[in-house]
């Protein structure tokens, strides 16, 4: 068993541009569960809207990859005003149960038969971001030190998608400082109480998703830009679960609870699924788990035992507040 093998693997996905893509997640999940206490389990939806957003724009109407991020943003604010404006009055359950139906329905209209000449259906867009790759000034090859390398093109996005975790990071910070963000904490821990105090507690709630949704989009846009191609079913309900997993390993309501997550969760991902594969290529494993389909799921079982038992023992996360947990549903 090659050790230098499995840790390089780990530490490439830890900093690699889909671990930053789900920091992106976790810090506008950050603002609605953490600071403002919305369940919502349909973050995912506006990763999808983002996407198709610029998807649609570059593969279907031939619009400027600039244009379809606009548009891209702009479907988020109209899906946040969708689903807050009925919702956001209810009880905390009913709206998390709204938002993950709200996210699968907009999965399986976009990737349905009738959809295709503007979404792809099951096949999807490619190549949407031809645009963002003309503007890599690395040159071509392979950069990076030791285990820590990236071809040309992955490390350019992966810094511009770090660059947009810092910016999305700093204006969060900002926010929350803010008397604005003040409110939003005081509606987390009770919102009558805020209520009492003449503040309009919808208003906040939905501007908090409106925000929170932006960067969730944003999020969506950079999974896109990425492999610049985007497909219906890499917006599956479990990349929401993914990101409360990462935000509750950072820690909830913490400025870099979100990055510190997204580096230690996909660590671990990578590095599960590594060793179990340098296992079964040793005899180590039995074929019932050697296959990529078992690998696969064997390291999200352990990633997720390794979540129950952090929450048995520091359900705060590693730099959170046990207090910040406390949600009045």
């Not at 209810?90 to 139906?101: M, P």
């Not at 929350?176 to 208003?203: C, H, Q, T, Y």
Request: charged share 10%; net charge neutral.
């Amino acid at each position: 068993m090659d050790l230098s093998t499995i840790l390089g693997n780990a530490f490439r996905a830890a900093m690699g541009p889909e671990a930053a893509v789900y920091a992106l997640a976790a810090i506008g999940l950050n603002l609605h569960y953490g600071f403002t206490g919305l369940l919502n389990f349909g973050m995912v939806g506006f990763m999808l809207v983002g996407a198709y957003g610029v998807g649609i724009s570059v593969a279907t109407f031939g619009w400027s990859m600039w244009v379809g991020i606009g548009v891209g943003l702009a479907g988020c604010v109209v899906l946040a005003l969708a689903m807050g404006l009925p919702t956001l009055r209810l009880r905390s359950d009913y709206f998390a149960i709204t938002t993950i139906a709200v996210a699968e329905i907009l999965r399986l209209v976009v990737r349905s038969a009738p959809a295709d000449p503007l979404t792809g259906s099951v096949f999807g867009l490619q190549g949407i971001a031809v645009e963002f790759y003309r503007l890599n000034p690395i040159p071509r090859g392979r950069h990076g030190i030791g285990v820590l390398s990236f071809p040309h093109t992955q490390l350019w996005a992966l810094l511009v998608t770090w660059a947009v975790v810092a910016l999305a990071t700093i204006l969060i910070v900002l926010l929350v400082r803010s008397p604005w963000g003040r409110v939003l904490k005081s509606i987390r821990e009770d919102e009558d109480a805020a209520r009492s105090l003449g503040k309009n507690v919808f208003a906040y709630k939905m501007q908090s998703l409106v925000v929170g949704g932006l960067i969730g989009g944003m999020a969506g846009i950079m999974f896109a830009i990425t492999p610049s191609a985007v497909n219906a079913d890499a917006f599956r309900p479990q990349v929401t679960f993914f990101a409360y997993a990462i935000l509750i390993l950072g820690g909830a309501a913490t400025r870099m609870g979100p990055i510190v997550g997204a580096v230690l969760f996909w660590f671990l991902i990578a590095g599960v699924q590594s060793f179990l594969r340098e296992a079964a290529g040793t005899d180590w494993l039995p074929d019932l788990l050697s296959g990529s389909e078992a690998v696969g799921a064997v390291s999200i079982g352990l990633v997720g035992l390794g979540l129950m038992l952090l929450m048995i023992f520091r359900p705060q996360g590693i730099f959170g507040d046990k207090d910040e947990m406390r949600l009045d549903a």
